[in-house]
């Protein structure tokens, strides 16, 4: 049996190490029996021999080679095989590791056998072992073994380590842009390409020791010894090692290693093991100063977890640049002066053609990268995803590592191509002077998506389309790439619902029209738009689109410079000039949300601006002369509108109305800070707004209408045919009538519905010597509904000689019996000035009718011909109270009733004294009488 166990010995650990002790004598060995915890356990099982099971925890703090972070082992040593005289034993040890730094799971499996040489009084061992380990990132299998020799002093052993399997994983890469560029064959490679692995290290270590201190429970030893460890990518761990071992019982060992090398550099491990019922698995036994005898059954001294080192390669060509859209690496097909090879850096094609023939350019998902300066004739189709670039702009592409700028470009080199270019889905085409003439066109789409057309010139002459995008199904983005027209299209969008930009990308066509736009949707986005002798600069027809044009320069449109019909998404023009259009400046029909802004329209043949059956409208800002119909028109308009800070002349021929707004459902309107004047030219009203439907909140303020020489309808005119509520403020306007004839200053009129209308700190001025103005406010209520008018701070041709007026404020109420008006405040004619009545109030319909009139702290001068500072006509059947007071005037105070008629007027008794000693005359067969308060 012991040959077998040398045998065994010999196989698993090579030649026997060298012993590191000469005995002289050769004991023989001695069977004394000791008594011990571990025969209790066991007591005399014939299973085991000497030597028994032991189990046990271990734990290794710190780090350790190939390890970062401490180490839990669950151990079992099981013998297998003893000799009868307990010489020899083969064993069973197994492992179960659990690691601190990732918490995972590595093992340990083995069997040896040791035999005890009575003759050198020395153990002898070997042992071989299949050990796993997961680090969380990969896991690694090794086949590992060793020798060893144990004394009663001095110890040696030899391990060796050989993983198995996976030896190398690739964890992740990085990689950071910085860095050069290069292209090798028809890739680019560059940046700074890192690879993170872990390996798993082959290697040896060594140790020798002896004991140092030997106590009643105790046994220390010191160890010292070298290691090797080696992986493909990692340099050499050569190191030193030391250890002290020290067993402070049976069951407790303790254990602190210091180990150096250049791979893993200085590590400490201290470590703490129970083993149990004990730690050498005698079954009976001294627990200190252990003989080499009685050792056969100890765990192996080995490491225990697979030696792991972490990698960092750079790659010397940087990265291979990936296209995030594909996730492929770019492929690149050059085209280089006198090329003629197959595509690549090192063997370019010569011209672009050649290029577009190759099969693999057809596949798509390839960079035609063209280095020439050089003209070339060619219609030209891109398959999916192909980008065509010149080396004349700075060309980027997106890559996984962002924005990166191609080597040779920013040469500004540019081709010269005589064709076209159909583009496809995720198209770029960028650095190309692009030449077309005739019916065909320079730029073709259709039913594709994601396209960029950058740093390209387009010059198109004929009747054909410069630019074709038809049924888009993704983004079209134009960036710095003019295109010059002459005749024809310039850019024809056609269905789809992709966004369309243009940006520092002007448009320019003489003798042909800018842009039509065809039943398209999504955001379409236009920049510097020039059209000289076409039709209609700018056509929009049916489509949800939203769409803005930056500057638009229409000179001698025949029809319309903008023509928009039913457009439900919206529409902005936000500067520009529209000269001699044949037509209007702007039009819009059926269509919501237009804004024209900042535009010029000289001399529309019609309108400047025409909205008809328009929700949601704002005309700001712009500049508009001698239109032939109306400066701004709007009918049957809804939603919120604006027309805000325009001004609008008549010089040389007369406009109907300056701005004329009918509004034909529920509307807030707003009419502020416009500008209108007509001068030597017969024109209609300055600000015309009517109601035929809906609940319209309409404001008019801060205009300024003013009549040089010239016939003027009124200044602002308010029809309210509406069955809904009004609510209408006009305030902070100035009527200016210099040596012509004007209508009514303010005129509102109410035919249906309930109002609340307030009329305040206007200024109608009349300011010549000969001047005819009708009057100066004029409010008609015609409504059976329930009106509120306040008319206070206004100022009514405060600094006249010989103006006429008509009144300075007529009130005509015909209908309805709920009507309360507030006349307070107003300045009439203070300097002088010819009225015919200062304040005239006219209840004389056939309808029976009633109101509440107060009419307080006015000044009411100027009034000739007959004329009275209040006049009061009530005829039959109306009802008419007045609450006159603190009015000052230099004539009188006028009351008529015709029979059937009543004026109940407050405090009638003392009206003289309450108007400053205004006379007040009464007259008419109806009933004028008192009353105590009109408003209580």
Same mark, same amino acid.
């Given at each position: ?28 060995? =001695? $069977?004394?029996? %000791? ?13 085991? #021999? ?18 970062? #972070? ?54 002898? #061992?070997? %042992? ?47 990689? =950071?842009? /910085? ?7 028809? &890739? ?39 290691? &090797?460890? @080696? ?34 550099? /200085? ?7 129970? @083993? ?7 079954? $009976? ?20 977890? !697979? ?10 060509? #940087? ?97 010269? !191509? ?80 992709? =966004?369309?930009?243009? /940006? ?37 027809? +049916?489509?949800?689109?939203? !769409? ?25 023009? +936000? ?90 459902? =529920? ?27 809906? +609940? ?81 406010? %004029? ?39 709920? &009507? ?33 009139? @107060? ?22 059947? &109306? ?8 009015? /000052? ?48």
């Amino acid at each position: 049996m012991k040959q077998y166990c040398l045998a065994v010995i010999i196989i698993l650990g090579g030649n026997s190490l060298l012993f590191a002790q000469t005995i002289d004598q050769i004991p023989e060995f =001695d $069977n004394e029996n %000791y008594s011990g915890d571990v025969s209790e356990l066991f007591g005399d099982s014939a299973w085991f #021999g000497r030597y028994h099971p032991h189990f046990g925890y271990s734990y290794e703090a710190g780090d350790t080679i190939g390890r970062v #972070g401490g180490l839990s082992s669950f151990e079992g040593f099981l013998p297998l095989f003893e000799g009868y005289n307990s010489d020899w034993l083969a064993f069973l040890d197994a492992r179960l590791l659990l690691d601190d730094e990732n918490h995972n799971l590595g093992s340990n499996i083995g069997i040896g056998a040791r035999q005890y040489l009575p003759e050198y009084q020395r153990t002898i #061992g070997g %042992y071989i072992y299949y050990d796993t380990r997961d680090t969380g990132y990969a896991n690694f299998g090794q086949v590992s073994g060793g020798i060893e020799t144990l004394g009663d002093f001095w110890d040696a052993r030899l391990n060796w380590y050989i993983p198995t399997g996976t030896r190398r994983k690739l964890l992740r890469t990085t990689h =950071d842009p /910085t860095g050069t560029y290069t292209f090798i064959g028809h &890739h680019l490679f560059g940046g700074t390409f890192t690879r993170f692995y872990q390996a798993a290290m082959t290697g040896v270590d060594m140790e020798a020791g002896r004991k140092i201190y030997s106590g009643p429970n105790t046994d220390v030893r010191a160890f010292a010894g070298w290691y &090797h460890f @080696q992986a493909n990518g990692t340099p050499q761990a050569w190191g030193w090692k030391s250890r002290i071992e020290g067993r402070i019982s049976d069951v407790v060992a303790l254990n602190l290693s210091i180990q150096n090398d250049r791979v893993f550099d /200085t590590t400490v491990n201290f470590a703490v093991s129970f @083993q149990w019922p004990s730690i050498t698995g005698l079954r $009976n036994g001294p627990r200190s100063n252990l003989p080499a005898r009685d050792r056969l059954g100890e765990a192996p001294e080995r490491l225990r977890n !697979i030696v792991v080192t972490n990698q960092e390669i750079q790659d010397p060509n #940087g990265g291979l640049l990936i296209d995030p859209s594909t996730g492929l690496p770019y492929f690149f097909m050059h085209v280089e002066t006198g090329g003629s090879g197959d595509g690549t850096f090192e063997d370019p094609f010569g011209t672009l053609a050649a290029a577009f023939a190759d099969t693999r350019t057809q596949q798509g998902n390839v960079v035609v990268y063209d280095h020439r300066n050089a003209a070339e004739a060619g219609n030209f189709t891109l398959a999916t995803n192909t980008q065509v670039l010149s080396s004349g702009p700075a060309q980027f592409i997106t890559t996984q590592v962002g924005q990166v700028q191609l080597p040779d470009s920013n040469t500004g080199l540019t081709p010269q !191509i005589t064709g076209s270019f159909t583009l496809n889905n995720r198209s770029v085409l960028s650095g190309f002077g692009i030449t077309t003439t005739g019916a065909g066109s320079s730029i073709i789409s259709n039913g594709v998506g994601n396209l960029m057309v950058s740093n390209n010139t387009i010059n198109h002459t004929g009747a054909g389309t410069a630019i074709s995008l038809s049924n888009l199904t993704g983004p079209a983005t134009f960036n710095q790439t003019p295109l010059t027209k002459s005749g024809g299209l310039g850019v024809l969008i056609s269905g789809g619902n992709g =966004d369309v930009t243009f /940006t520092n990308s002007s448009n320019t066509n003489t003798n042909g029209d800018g842009i039509d736009i065809q039943n398209a949707g999504g955001t379409i986005q236009f920049g510097q738009v020039t059209t000289t002798n076409g039709t209609t600069s700018v056509n929009v027809n +049916n489509g949800t689109a939203n !769409i803005t044009i930056d500057n638009l320069s229409s000179t001698n449109a025949g029809a319309d410079s903008v023509l928009i019909n039913n457009l439900t998404g919206s529409f902005t023009l +936000n500067g520009g000039t529209l000269t001699n259009s044949g037509a209007t400046g702007v039009t819009a029909t059926n269509s919501q949300n237009i804004t024209i802004q900042n535009t010029t329209i000289d001399t529309p043949t019609t309108e400047g601006i025409f909205a008809q059956n328009v929700t949601n409208f704002n005309f700001s800002s712009n500049t508009i002369d001698d239109a032939s119909i109306d400066g701004i028109a709007v009918l049957n308009g809804s939603g919120n509108g604006t027309i805000s800070g325009n001004t609008i002349r008549s010089i040389l021929t007369a406009f109907d109305d300056a701005i004329d707004v009918e509004i034909g459902g =529920d509307a807030t309107v707003e009419i502020d800070n416009n500008i209108i004047t007509s001068v030597l030219a017969l024109a209609g009203t300055g600000i015309e707004v009517s109601t035929t439907a809906g +609940n319209v909140t309409t404001r008019i303020r801060g205009n300024q209408i003013t009549s040089i020489l010239n016939a003027f309808g009124d200044g602002i005119n308010y029809t309210g045919n509406s069955t809904g509520a009004m609510t209408t403020t006009i305030t902070g306007n100035t009527i200016q009538n210099t040596a012509g004839v004007f209508g009514d200053g303010i005129s509102v009129i109410y035919n249906a519905g309930s109002a609340t209308t307030t009329i305040s700190q206007n200024t109608i001025d009349s300011d010549d010597l000969v001047n005819l103005f009708g009057t100066g406010i %004029y409010l008609g209520l015609n409504t059976t509904g329930t009106t509120d008018t306040t008319i206070n701070q206004n100022t009514i041709s405060d600094d006249v000689l010989a103006a006429l007026f008509d009144d300075g404020i007529s009130l005509d109420i015909d209908r309805g019996t709920d &009507h309360d008006v507030f006349v307070t405040n107003n300045l009439i004619a203070q300097t002088g000035g010819l009225f015919n009545d200062s304040i005239e109030v006219l209840l004389d319909s056939g309808t029976v009718s009633a109101a509440r009139i @107060q009419v307080n702290s006015n000044i009411l001068f100027g009034a000739g011909g007959g004329g009275t500072g209040l006049d009061v006509f009530v005829g039959s059947p &109306h009802l008419l109270c007045v609450e006159a007071t603190g009015n /000052t005037t230099n004539t009188s105070l006028d009351f008529f009733a015709a029979v059937g008629g009543t004026i109940n007027v407050e405090d009638l008794p003392n009206l003289s004294t309450n108007n400053n000693g205004a006379t007040v005359n009464t007259a008419g067969g109806g009933t004028i009488q008192n009353i105590a308060d009109c408003f209580p």
